[in-house]
């Protein structure tokens, strides 16, 4: 499984960093995922990190804003957010791969609960 | 304005059959695997059809996915109450260099 933690409220142009701890499987195997859901419903991937670190990937709505990394030895994800807009309001969530690379056969096999991220303008 | 479109909503009565679509584009859905998500209120998606048409053990046979061209599409059959959520698919761009998500489709047993 994997737990989210890190959501609160913050003034836009504000920074928030986002935790998660993943537990019953080999993390370090696997490529992990942030994926948010707006207040609307709407899923958004957010960003992905490979197993080791080396390949981070952003959507555009958050390139040069946020940024991705994990501490293997601790089996935790991050996801550092600068510039805070009030369209970044959302549940988001922690998503394990079933690949440990940015592949097109890869997919989101495990979900956290998610934290929630309120941007107030 | 998401990059797949889904109907909002589908209903049908205990025992019916209904279908979401998964409509995309040749960057997407016309060459990836598709996968849905089924999201029960208050809790986290759970994939429940991966590459197109394979289910994850513990879901039950009659969820099953498609894919035609640049439309994929998830059925349920026997409906159940059980089967009350938003379902979203979810497939890897090619031209965004992103993964993108449908909008959601709200399935509701009358």
């Known amino acids: 499984q994997v737990v989210e933690s890190g959501g609160a409220v913050v003034q836009s142009g504000g920074s928030l960093k986002l935790s998660c701890v993943a537990s019953?499987?080999?993390?370090?195997?696997?490529?992990m995922h942030w994926v948010r859901q707006s207040p609307g419903g709407t899923l958004e991937w957010v960003s992905f990190i490979s197993w080791d670190g080396e390949g981070v990937y952003y959507a555009d709505s958050v390139k040069g804003r946020f940024t991705v990394s994990r501490d293997n030895s601790k089996t935790s994800l991050f996801l550092q957010m600068n510039s805070l807009r009030a369209e970044d309001t959302a549940l988001y969530f922690c998503v394990k791969d079933i690949k440990a690379q940015l592949v097109r056969a890869g997919y989101m096999d495990v979900w956290g609960r998610g934290t929630t991220v309120t941007v107030a303008s | 304005q998401s990059v797949l479109t889904q109907p909002p909503s589908v209903s049908g009565t205990p025992g019916q059959r209904v279908t979401i679509s998964c409509s995309g584009s040749s960057s997407n859905v016309g060459s990836n695997n598709v996968n849905w998500y089924q999201q029960l209120p208050g809790t986290a998606p759970k994939v429940v059809i991966y590459n197109n048409n394979r289910r994850p053990s513990g879901v039950p046979d009659r969820l099953t996915g498609s894919k035609s061209g640049t439309t994929a599409s998830l059925a349920i059959s026997g409906l159940q109450s059980d089967d009350e959520a938003t379902y979203s698919c979810?497939?890897?761009?090619?031209?965004?260099?992103?993964?993108?998500f449908g909008g959601g489709t709200k399935v509701t047993v009358l």
């Open positions: 979810a497939v890897w761009d090619d031209s965004l260099f992103a993964w993108v």
């Open positions: 019953g499987f080999t993390f370090d195997d696997f490529g």
